[in-house]
């Protein structure tokens, strides 16, 4: 059964810093690997799609990438700002297109 | 990406009684999937409905519980049925899309 795990539960940085979320997952027969971010009581938006043959994946200033065979994966957030306060679930598809999430990193960027 | 309208976005609601969310796509899916999300915690599938058959439910989730209908490729409804506090979570619903799952608004429930 694949289990995913997101490090760490929580952070907290000022504004402006550069910061790093990390995922693991268990089984590295996945499909894709999807982040997403979930403001309180909000559903989720999705941030960046890495299929499995992919590496990486970059959109402004969130850039993710991708290891298969290591069964992790990393989203970095450049010049952090507060609007970037949120929760951030990592989640990986597999068979039967289901998908499932890690725990989530919940962020609190400081002015 | 899918456009995926949710509602309610959110409720409170007595117990034992009963709650029916919609979710309607913007074009047409094989497969909806139903999420639950308790407080403080990730999703958890709880079924997936496809058009024209019974919905697939996880372990841990009946139909009895959680009935789901999916009359056409469009649209698909989750109740959450004689409720109690312990069913106060966020209930979104998701599809599938070449650029990944995309997740309705949600609906936050809340029994009291």
């Known amino acids: 059964k694949q289990e995913v795990t997101q490090i760490p539960a929580a952070l907290s940085v000022p504004e402006g810093e550069n910061l790093v979320l990390n995922c693991s997952f268990t089984?590295?027969?996945?499909?894709?690997l999807q982040w997403f971010r979930q403001d309180p009581g909000k559903g989720l938006t999705s941030l960046l799609l890495i299929q499995s043959s992919q590496r990486e994946q970059t959109s402004g200033r969130l850039n993710a990438s991708l290891d298969k065979s290591s069964g992790r994966s990393t989203l970095y957030i450049a010049a952090s700002q507060p609007g970037d306060s949120a929760t951030y679930l990592c989640?990986?598809?597999?068979?039967?297109?289901?998908?499932?999430f890690g725990g989530g990193t919940r962020l609190m960027v400081k002015p | 990406s899918a456009v995926i309208s949710q509602k309610p976005s959110r409720d409170i609601c007595q117990r034992g009684t009963s709650l029916t969310i919609q979710c309607q796509v913007d074009?047409?899916?094989?497969?909806m999937f139903w999420y639950r999300q308790q407080p403080g915690q990730s999703l958890t599938l709880i079924a997936t409905a496809n058009q024209g058959s019974e919905a697939t439910y996880e372990s841990g989730f009946v139909i009895d519980k959680f009935p789901i209908s999916r009359p056409n490729l469009t649209f698909s409804t989750l109740t959450v049925s004689n409720m109690s506090p312990e069913d106060s979570s966020i209930y979104l619903c998701?599809?599938?899309?070449?650029?990944?799952?995309?997740f309705g608004s949600g609906t936050r429930l809340t029994v009291v």
């Open positions: 089984d590295s027969a996945i499909y894709n």
């Open positions: 074009s047409q899916v094989t497969m």
């Open positions: 989640a990986v598809s597999g068979a039967g297109n289901m998908l499932t």
């Open positions: 998701s599809v599938e899309r070449r650029q990944g799952y995309t």
